[in-house]
C-alpha cells in the first residue's frame, strides 16, 4: 500500500530498507527475507523462520500483512479500543534510508508519501485509529512546517519525530518554536522510544540481544531524550507542553529521580543549568506521560510516580504484544489497582492527551 504514496523513482528504497538495514530504530534486525522479527511471536519464533520451519509469505502473522479492515479486525480481537498507529519496521527504515541516501526534497517527498499514507489508512477507522505522523530531521523550519501541514490531514492525530525538532539528537533552542505551535494546533507529541539511542553501535546479533534482554532503552532511549529535554528548560519556558514517552517503562523512575537530583546539585554549575525545580520535579509534574508494556513495578510505584502520568499500550505488533490476550495481561498488570486507577492507567489519562472522548 505504501508504494502507491512513493514517487516511483524512489521504489528502490523499499529493497534498500528491510533487506540492507540491519538495525534501525527500535526494531532490532531484519532477517534475509526481510522479515520484521519484532512482529508478533518474532521474538520467540525466529529461529524457526531462519530454520525454515514458519514460512513467513504463507503463515501470515498477525500485523505483518493486510490494511485497516484487517488492523481493525486484531484491535477488536484482541480487546483494544483505540490505538496510536507509528512508523516502525520496514516503514521506518525507508524513511531513514531516504534520509542518508536522498537530497532534502526527495527526502521529503518519501516522507511526505508516507504522511499521506498514514492519513488515508487512519482516517478509516477515525474512532479506533490515531495516525501518527512523521517530521523531517532536515532543520526546524521543515519540521514546523510539516507539523503545520499534517495538523489538516484526516485521521493524524498526533505526531512522532524521530529526533528532536531541529533534526539533531540534542535539543536546542529552536526546538521551542515546534513545541509551542504544536500547542497552538493542539497536537499531541509522541516520543516514540526516544530521540536519542545508541542503537546504532550495535554489530552483532549478541549486541543486538543484549541490548534487548537488557532494556537498555530505559537509560539511553526515551528516558535519556526526557533527561534532555528536563536540562534544557524547555519545561520552565513552556510549562504547559506535555510529551508522552513510549516504549519506555516507568518504573526506573524513582531510583532515577534520586539520581538526577543528587548530580544535578554537583553538575550543573559546569554544564550552565539553571533550572527553577530540581529535575525530578518534571518527572511528575504532569509534563510528561510515561508508557508502560508489561512495567508491574510502574504499577506498583504508582502513588510515587503518579497515577495521572501513567499509560499503557499493548506494542502490536511486536513481540512485546500478547495478542490475542493483550486485554488480559493488561488487566492482571493493574489488578491491584482500585477501579478509577485501572480507567486512567488502561484508558483515560491516554485518551486525554490525544484528545479523545473519557
Known amino acids: 500500500m505504501l508504494e502507491n504514496y512513493i514517487p516511483q523513482k524512489h521504489h528502490p528504497l523499499f529493497e534498500q530498507a528491510p533487506y540492507k538495514i540491519k538495525i534501525h530504530g527500535h526494531t532490532p534486525c531484519y532477517g534475509d527475507d526481510g522479515v520484521n522479527v519484532a512482529a508478533i511471536g518474532g521474538y520467540r519464533d525466529y529461529w524457526k523462520i531462519r530454520k525454515g520451519t514458519i514460512d513467513i509469505k504463507k503463515d501470515k502473522i498477525p500485523g505483518t500483512y493486510g490494511g485497516p479492515d484487517e488492523y481493525a479486525e486484531w484491535m477488536k480481537i484482541d480487546g483494544i ?71 489538516k490531514l484526516p485521521g493524524i492525530r498526533t505526531v512522532a519525530p524521530a529526533a528532536f525538532p531541529n533534526g539533531s539528537a540534542s535539543p536546542q533552542p529552536e526546538d521551542d518554536r515546534f513545541y509551542q505551535e504544536a500547542m497552538n494546533l493542539g497536537m499531541p507529541i509522541t516520543m516514540h ?74 553538575q550543573r554549575h559546569w554544564a550552565g543549568i539553571d533550572l527553577k525545580n530540581p529535575p525530578s520535579w518534571y518527572c511528575t509534574s504532569g509534563n510528561f506521560l510515561w508508557n508502560v ?22 506494542d502490536f505488533p511486536h513481540g512485546n504484544s500478547e495478542f490475542p490476550e493483550d486485554r488480559a495481561r493488561a488487566m492482571k498488570l493493574v489488578a491491584d489497582c482500585t477501579a478509577e486507577e485501572r480507567n486512567k492507567i488502561l484508558w483515560s489519562n491516554a485518551a486525554q492527551f490525544y484528545g ?3
Not at 233 to 250: C, H, K, Q, T
Open 193 to 266: 522510544g526516544g530521540w536519542s539511542s545508541p542503537i546504532g553501535g550495535c554489530k552483532n546479533d549478541q549486541d543486538v540481544a543484549a541490548w534487548i534482554i537488557g532494556h537498555i532503552e530505559v537509560v539511553t532511549g526515551g528516558p535519556y531524550s526526557a533527561t534532555q529535554m528536563i536540562l534544557s528548560g524547555v519545561f520552565d519556558r513552556l510549562p504547559n507542553l506535555r510529551i508522552i514517552v513510549l516504549e519506555a517503562g516507568a518504573g526506573w523512575l524513582p531510583f532515577s529521580m534520586d539520581v538526577m537530583d543528587h548530580f544535578y546539585d554537583r
Open 81 to 151: 479500543t483505540a490505538a496510536v498507529l507509528l512508523p516502525g519496521g520496514p516503514t521506518g527504515s525507508v524513511i531513514g534510508v531516504a534520509r542518508g541516501t536522498l537530497d532534502r526534497a526527495e527526502y521529503l517527498d518519501v516522507l511526505r508519501g508516507y504522511n499521506n499514507f498514514a492519513s488515508d489508512f487512519s482516517k478509516a477507522y477515525p474512532d479506533m485509529f490515531l495516525g501518527g505522523a512523521c517530521i523531517p530531521t532536515t532543520g526546524i523550519d521543515d519540521a514546523i512546517a510539516e507539523l503545520q501541514r499534517v495538523s
Open 356 to 358: 479523545l472522548e473519557t
Open 293 to 314: 508494556i508489561a512495567d508491574r513495578h510502574a504499577i506498583k510505584m504508582r502513588n510515587f510516580i503518579g497515577v495521572d502520568n501513567l499509560s499503557w499500550a499493548s
